[in-house]
């Protein structure tokens, strides 16, 4: 299943970032930093999965998940240190909405990845 729906999924998690980088970003596009180094992250990261090192790809896929979720929530958060550039608007926050909710199908499709494999590890 892994090998089937994660790539999809962590693809998803892209599109929600590139999403709202377009949304809020003065002239985004896939070549832009902001959109073109997490995705390079990404697809090595699914490069990986269908190499040895899979069972590393997969925790690293989960990481990158949770941070993109994570940077999807605080940085709307009113902290001094943001600079709410764009200004915090509805439109803004239901952007980091879509891109925080692109992230839960990797997050959850590589715990369950992870949990499966490490109980069929132990029933050997």
Known sequence: MMRA??????IVGWLGL???N?????N????SPESLFPLIV???LIALLFTPLRSFAAWSMLLWGVLNMAGAIITVLPLAVLTFEPEQSLAHYAFHLIYGLA???VVIATVVWIHRRKKATRSR
């Open 5 to 10: 729906w994660l790539p999809l999924f962590a």
């Open 18 to 20: 590139f999403v709202h």
């Open 22 to 26: 377009v949304a809020d970003l003065p």
């Open 28 to 31: 985004q596009t896939v070549l």
């Open 42 to 44: 990404t697809t090595t």
């Open 103 to 105: 992230q839960l199908p």
